[in-house]
């Protein structure tokens, strides 16, 4: 199974605020990100999960969380206590790609069983100390940069940068 991280990064790698919002507003990343995600399977954090109510139409999220109380109450939405467990469910329903959606646990969480790197890059800095952030890697030895987009400022919105990166062969995948 192939296993895909898409996120959306401000300056030192921030992916949202401490107050749960996302502190830019970037309708072509926006459509980017649902494009991508569109009829795919997609893991995202309890937190991220409750974030996003809305954004799973043609999309079937596992939820990974700590939490053995929490369940969804959306038919076909599920929940998993570990990335072992939540790739298990993929697999088992016959699943080729599992997208990673954050937040910024659940993307430390599968970091080391990413195949693929899906990055906006936004030209924004963000002055948020406690702001979750996409967890670090290197992109000089484990990752090779397969393709990269500039997208100039619009609607008021910052510049972006969009990039593709894949776990170079022989690097060590482990679970």
Wanted: charged share 30%; glycine share 8%.
């Amino acid at each position: 199974m192939l296993v895909i991280s898409i996120a959306a990064l401000a300056e030192e790698r921030i992916i949202g605020s401490s107050k749960g919002k996302i502190p830019w507003k970037l309708p072509r990343d926006k459509a980017h990100f649902r494009a991508c995600t569109a009829g795919r399977w997609l893991l995202v954090g309890r937190k991220t999960y409750d974030e996003m109510t809305g954004w799973f139409e043609d999309r079937t999220p596992i939820v990974l969380t700590s939490d053995r109380e929490f369940r969804t109450n959306v038919s076909g939405h599920r929940v998993a206590h570990s990335l072992a467990e939540a790739i298990d469910l993929a697999r088992g329903a016959g699943v080729s790609e599992l997208m990673v959606c954050g937040g910024a646990h659940t993307y430390a969480t599968a970091l080391p069983m990413t195949d693929r790197l899906i990055l906006t890059r936004i030209a924004l800095k963000v002055d948020d100390e406690n702001a979750p952030r996409f967890p670090e890697f290197e992109t000089s030895g484990e990752w090779q940069l397969i393709s990269a987009e500039e997208w100039p400022a619009e609607d008021g919105g910052p510049a972006a940068r969009l990039e593709m990166y894949d776990r170079i062969r022989g690097s060590d995948k482990m679970i």
